[in-house]
């Protein structure tokens, strides 16, 4: 059933229902901070839910039920105007039986047990091997000239690493206090508390997550610019030792991934375990490890990756200062996405509780070593060409080029940020759970007034307007844009620039893939039905 909502004199939502009926349901990706996350269709639940916000302690608290479905346009609807906070009705016994049957399915991924070894290990050495490329052959992909080369070359390769990239006391200074100072303030600053989706594993228990990313960050950017005017940490520093601080991260992140895996066994809290234990080391053994109010998974995935992204390109802007005494419009560009990448994540952190990583992903290497090293020394390698290969020199791009990579970044995050917040929004109002937060930057179209919506067999409400209407993955398609910009502002000199959209599309690629089986699978007609009304997945008229 098409639907718009209304708000009445009391602010609630009420739904009034078009002539023309159509029912349909959803699953879909999400990936609000981190390109790794899409999201779990929670239990539908047909109780009436009256949300509100417990002042005393900023907990968001539905009386029990789910804050918010998870699906980037899903949010659960209410039939039953009972009133009943206490009824669980057997819809929702169903549908719980078979979200707990899904949590303890074990889905064998990325090639069993020969694939994830080859990813543990071959990511590894892959991130050394750009970072050789980019500190020593000034982007260019290295290689033997001959079959005769191969093992000088392999041995070239290794004293790069050994001479270039060992840790030193400043490397782990740098990054272990990083990670101690962010973990510290993720547990100490103020921040409203949001509950998560009920863990069918836990008896449908919510956890509680303290949102306070924004305070956090901020705290950090202050932080960090009086650790450079006393110089005790000039930012310059951090590029000129990237290759040290990787190698840090790298060992952090083998180093947490194994001690999270064997914690798991010690307080008896394994989950969904394939019985080998590289698998399981690698897909994780726990689904949420915590120390204190820390949660390690959303910390992680939050908090360390992107913000340090962000100083990379901070800290190679600062060093072409030095070295020229300006900074170009190409490291001011990476500057700039970066900080409004890492900004979206910490304004936008109360949606993450409900994403598929938070709910479902268990913590294993996958997640561990990916957010504590991956993602930000191998996103990070625009920035690192626009430094090393022009030492003391600027890139100079036509003032049009220049025009159109900005143009494309910024409408790209103007997507991006108001299809989140549409579909965030629209949700937590449905729910009860919305309050105003105001966040910088808020932008214009951020709220729908009036959305429409479809009402699906199962309850669900599908979100039809504002940028979702436009294309069921258009946050897909804004992601894509920001990324596809970050290599354009270098050139094309190099592929290295370009990693991070090409090793992003194929992420989508496979997630969409699976998402629409899947979904075609749960929903069989009412997917058909929606997809005939939303048609286009990242383009309108397009794909």
Not at 85 to 109: C, G, M, P, Y
Not at 195 to 204: F, I, Q, R
Not at 337 to 349: I, R, S, T
Not at 435 to 444: A, E, G, K, M, S
Request: charged share 15%.
């Amino acid at each position: 059933m098409v639907s718009t909502p209304v708000k009445s004199s009391t602010d609630g939502l009420k739904t009034r229902s078009s002539a023309r009926k159509k029912t349909t349901s959803s699953t879909s990706a999400t990936e609000l901070a981190s390109h790794l996350a899409d999201e779990y269709s929670a239990t539908s639940t047909p109780t009436r839910r009256s949300a509100r916000l417990n002042p005393s302690s900023k907990i968001f608290t539905p009386n029990g039920h789910s804050p918010a479905a998870t699906d980037k346009h899903e949010v659960e609807s209410s039939n039953d105007m009972s009133g009943s906070n206490n009824h669980v009705s057997d819809a929702v016994l169903t549908n719980r039986k078979k979200d707990s049957a899904f949590d303890q399915k074990i889905i064998v991924e990325f090639g069993g047990t020969p694939g994830v070894i080859g990813i543990m290990l071959g990511f590894t050495a892959l991130m050394y091997y750009f970072w050789i490329c980019l500190e020593y052959y000034n982007g260019a992909m290295a290689h033997p000239s001959s079959l005769d080369d191969i093992v000088p070359f392999l041995q070239r390769m290794g004293h790069h690493v050994v001479k270039g990239a060992p840790p030193t006391v400043f490397s782990v200074s740098v990054y272990v206090g990083y990670i101690l100072f962010s973990a510290f303030l993720s547990m100490t600053m103020p921040g409203p508390i949001v509950k998560g989706l009920p863990v069918p594993s836990l008896g449908y228990k919510q956890l509680d997550y303290l949102c306070n990313g924004v305070s956090s960050f901020y705290v950090t950017l202050v932080t960090s610019a009086v650790l450079h005017y006393y110089r005790i940490l000039p930012l310059g520093s951090i590029i000129d030792n990237i290759g040290s601080i990787m190698t840090v991260a790298i060992i952090s992140g083998w180093t947490a991934s194994l001690l999270i895996y064997i914690s798991a066994f010690v307080t008896k809290t394994t989950h969904r375990m394939s019985g080998n234990p590289f698998y399981d080391f690698f897909m994780g053994a726990v689904l949420n490890p915590r120390i204190g109010n820390l949660d390690l998974k959303m910390w992680a995935e939050i908090r360390v990756p992107w913000i340090i992204l962000f100083y990379v390109s901070v800290s190679a802007a600062v060093k072409h200062y030095e070295e020229t005494g300006v900074v170009g419009p190409n490291l001011w560009f990476m500057v700039l996405a970066h900080f409004l990448y890492v900004n979206a994540c910490m304004k936008g952190e109360e949606c993450i509780p409900t994403t598929w990583d938070i709910f479902y992903e268990k913590f294993g290497f996958m997640l561990c070593f990916w957010n504590l090293a991956g993602v930000p020394f191998s996103y990070c390698y625009s920035t690192m060409y626009l430094l090393k290969t022009t030492p003391g020199q600027n890139l100079s791009w036509s003032t049009p080029y220049l025009i159109f990579v900005y143009t494309l970044l910024v409408s790209g995050y103007y997507m991006w940020d108001t299809a989140n917040s549409q579909k965030n929004r629209f949700r937590m109002q449905i729910a009860g759970t919305y309050i105003p937060r105001w966040t910088f930057p808020q932008l214009p179209w951020g709220t729908l007034v009036n959305p429409t919506y479809i009402k699906t067999k199962h309850g669900s409400l599908l979100l039809t307007s504002g940028w979702y209407g436009i294309a069921r993955k258009i946050h897909y398609t804004a992601d894509l844009m920001m990324a596809l910009s970050w290599g354009l502002i270098t050139g094309f000199g190099s592929f290295l620039p370009y990693f991070y959209v090409c090793f992003f599309t194929t992420v989508l690629v496979h997630r969409v893939t699976r998402d629409m089986e899947r979904c075609a699978k749960k929903y069989g007609q009412d997917w058909e039905d929606y997809t005939t009304l939303v048609p286009w997945i990242f383009i309108p008229g397009i794909f």
